[in-house]
């Protein structure tokens, strides 16, 4: 049977919504505030009139050199929104972010099944027989952790996390996330370090993991300014991660961005998997939904493409 490629769908909410996109921007609405913000993805015509766009409280603009926020006066610098079953500080930063990707709600929920069932099951890649019937049984490692929202899913869920990022930054916002959403006594180790380096030493330490999530960016350098290319050091970290999965592993997750490359790559680096463990790999995209357009009388809004994912799963 010919493989599937899934598209998994961010619908709208009541704290976000995708209002409209289009000529490589996207008109987005995190709690009460909508900001403005370029996607190169936005390929089609904006449904919107310009004059709607230009009530957004937030514009990222981005010339030859730099790209920069601009704002409505009274605008805060960062406010809380609830989303995915969970609470994050929204904070317009550098490179067009905002501290939150809707797209991965999709992931969280099917994270916490992943860890959900394996409670019911009792299993994990390193529980010990004497460990209390109260005490987590699945532990996951989180690579490129950024603000927290994989992390904050798979704690809520039942979950040890370690939370590995490179960034201080982001970091401190993950936590600041986990104490908004009620979880800051949850067991997560937060992690300042490059991921290759924790890896590497954790594979030495003999350690082992239940899951596996990451999500590389395409460049970055980590705390002690180490250089990542996607293209040369991707294959030897999830080469490196597979030696952490313990002996009943219940998922490895990998998220693409901005690298260029297909969810056949991703699945095609995950394939080993099946020659050691049961279970099945999906692939496909992750997309948001635009809001429905009533003045167009369009059903069912636009999604908007936002990146890539393969999961193996020992489902």
């Known amino acids: 049977m010919p493989k ?3 598209i998994l769908i961010t619908e709208p909410g009541a704290d976000y919504e995708l209002i409209d996109s289009g000529e490589g921007e996207k008109l987005e609405r995190f709690g009460k505030y909508v900001l403005s913000r370029p996607d190169p993805q936005a390929l089609w015509h904006k449904h919107l009139p310009v004059a709607e766009w230009k009530k957004a409280d937030g514009f990222f603009t981005r010339d030859d050199k730099k790209g920069d926020w601009s ?3 009274g605008m805060p610098d960062r406010w ?30 099917w994270l916490r099944k992943m860890i959900a069932d394996a409670g019911k099951r009792n ?7 004497a460990a209390s019937a109260t005490e987590p049984q699945v532990e996951v490692l ?20 370690v939370h590995v990022d490179s960034s201080k930054a ?10 908004l959403s009620g979880l800051k006594d949850k067991p997560i180790r937060w992690i300042l370090d490059d991921a290759r380096d924790f890896v590497r030493r954790e594979v030495k330490r003999g ?24 293209e040369e050091h991707f294959i030897s970290l999830v080469d490196e991660c597979m030696k952490l999965l313990g002996d009943a592993p219940l998922f490895f997750l990998i998220n693409g961005y901005s690298a260029g490359y ?18 099945s790999i999906e692939i496909g995209e992750l997309a948001i939904r635009e809001k429905r357009n009533e003045a167009k009388d369009i059903e069912e809004g636009r999604l908007l493409p936002c990146g890539i994912f393969a999961r193996w799963s020992a489902q």
């Open 142 to 161: 989180n690579l490129f952790g950024y603000t927290g929202g994989a992390t904050l899913a798979c704690a809520e869920a039942g979950a040890k996390v």
């Open 71 to 73: 704002f409505q006066k």
């Open 4 to 6: 599937q490629s899934h």
């Open 262 to 279: 297909s969810a056949v790559a991703y699945e095609n680096i995950l394939m080993p998997l099946l020659q050691h463990h049961d279970g």
């Open 123 to 129: 299993i994990s890649g390193n529980a010990s027989p």
């Open 80 to 109: 809380p929104i609830q989303f995915g079953g969970l609470k994050f500080l929204i904070r317009p930063s550098a490179f067009k972010h905002t501290g939150l990707f809707p797209e991965q709600s999709v992931n969280w929920d």
């Open 170 to 179: 982001a970091l401190t916002w993950a936590r600041e996330n986990a104490e």
């Open 207 to 230: 350690r082992t993991y239940s899951g596996i999530i990451m999500d590389p960016p395409a460049f970055g350098h980590g705390p002690e300014n180490e250089v990542w290319k996607i």
